[in-house]
């Protein structure tokens, strides 16, 4: 059998990434003549674009297994940070597994342009992953003109490629560089599954088709609204229980950026991941008290886009500081991998990694000792910050859940 690795959010799961499921084991069966199984790396208590996740990890994880059969977490470290240090680390993780075959994520393409879509993604990988003397050249001259390192690096594959604008820019296509890139970087054997994404654009906030955007699903379940017909039976079965409870937002967060803003040192302050002198100017002259959205915008300028000033937030608040293990531009991944759920048939594919791979597959939480400094510095991240989450989730709900250390691996 097949066995097909997704790097995902599924915050929450929903019929979007049913789609790419099914669609990804079309195109398996289609090329191979193989069934094919499903093994996720999913983001766990908070996700990629700096926000606290709607449900808990395991929670998300059970409600997935209506279409996947293994789900691992991606460290919070990884799953907290930048597209590049999020694909680098979830493709690594999935090289050194041993047992992935294909690696499947969306991108944005009418059905037309699929073609070109695809040739600029991996042309533009290419360049990234072995940086070319003019690449390098006229980054460095982008970064010393005061550009972001995006910013730059954009205008840089715009100028000596003639891939269009939009091809690099939107969110699923910036993601799927990153994976091409991380494939390329690391030798990797995984082989590219391009989905063209359906239905609503990633961020729309309206509830419009069958396949609308994880941000209008959350919006909705936000409002009280019913999400009925836009995530599968099963997977909404499993959050039912929460729905008629206050969805956790990142309001929850702003005691945790206060409480570190009045107790931390400025040297600790600027050890904080994604900030720097002027930044941390601008975050001590914050109108506190205030609300997350006031604060956000508040600290957004000009030149320091929405995104990174939500991760800078979310880092302060997780405690998350830049460490000498973990640099830009370069790939890494704790030597664990974190087991959330799994179908009770998929039991031999564990077996199998725990044979084959380089890399411990944890079941029981509370017997995992860490055997080198950049898992000690992650296990002890998710310890740490599923305890903040928890914290959080009770606040918002008065629902207890369990601490990393005692959570239960679930089983369908």
């Keep these: 059998m097949t066995n097909i690795g997704i790097i995902a959010e599924f915050n929450p799961y929903h019929n979007g990434h ?9 195109l398996v069966m289609q090329s191979d003549g193989d069934d094919a199984r499903v093994i996720v790396l999913m983001s766990g208590n908070f996700v990629q674009r700096g926000s606290a996740a709607v449900y ?8 997935a297994l209506t279409d996947a059969d293994i789900i691992f977490e991606l460290p919070t470290l990884w799953a907290s940070s930048d597209a590049g240090h999020f694909a680098g680390c979830g493709v690594e993780l999935m ?20 073609d070109s879509v695809i040739s600029g993604l991996i042309k533009a990988s290419e360049i990234l992953a072995d940086e070319p003397a003019e690449f390098t050249e006229l980054l460095k001259d982008g970064l010393s003109k005061g550009l972001s390192y995006p910013a730059a690096r954009m205008k840089v594959l715009l100028q000596v490629t003639d891939i269009d604008h939009d091809t690099l820019s939107t969110p699923n296509n910036i993601l799927a560089l990153e994976y091409l890139t991380a494939i390329k970087k690391t ?33 909705a379940l936000y409002n009280k609204i019913s999400v009925d017909g836009y ?13 008629n409870y206050p969805v956790l937002t990142d309001e929850y967060l702003v005691p945790y950026i206060v409480s570190a803003l009045r107790t931390k040192s400025t040297a600790e302050l600027l050890n904080t991941v994604g900030i720097n002198e002027d930044l941390l100017g601008r975050l001590l002259k ?22 990174r000033i939500r991760r800078l937030l979310l880092s302060l608040a997780l405690g998350i500081g830049k460490s000498d293990l973990i640099q830009p531009g370069r790939i890494s991944s704790p030597g664990y991998i974190n087991l959330l759920a799994m179908r009770r048939d998929s039991s031999s ?11 411990i597959v944890i079941n029981k939480k509370s017997s995992y000792k860490p055997e080198d400094p950049l898992s000690e510095l992650s296990w002890q991240t998710d310890v ?27 089983i369908l």
Aim: charged share 20%; net charge positive; with cysteine.
């Design 384 to 410: 740490r910050t599923t305890d903040i989450y928890n914290q959080m989730f009770y606040t918002c709900t008065g629902i207890k859940l369990p601490t990393e250390l005692t959570s239960n691996i679930q």
């Design 95 to 114: 090289n050194r597994l041993n047992c992935i075959d294909y690696l499947a994520f969306g991108i944005e393409a009418v059905p037309d342009t699929k």
């Design 18 to 26: 049913a789609y790419l499921i099914s669609e990804a084991k079309r």
């Design 187 to 219: 030798g990797s054997r995984l082989r590219p599954l391009f989905i063209t994404r359906t239905g609503s654009g990633y961020n729309d906030t309206e509830l419009s088709e069958k396949y609308s955007s994880a941000t209008a699903i959350r919006g």
């Design 349 to 359: 594919v564990i077996k199998l990694i725990q044979d084959t791979s380089p890399i």
């Design 231 to 243: 995530i599968p039976a099963e997977s909404l079965s499993v959050i039912e229980k929460y729905l």
């Design 286 to 307: 914050a109108p506190v008290p205030c609300s997350y959205a006031e604060l956000s915008d508040y600290m957004k300028t000009r030149n320091v886009t929405m995104t």
């Design 56 to 63: 808990d990890k395991y929670t998300r994880a059970l409600s």
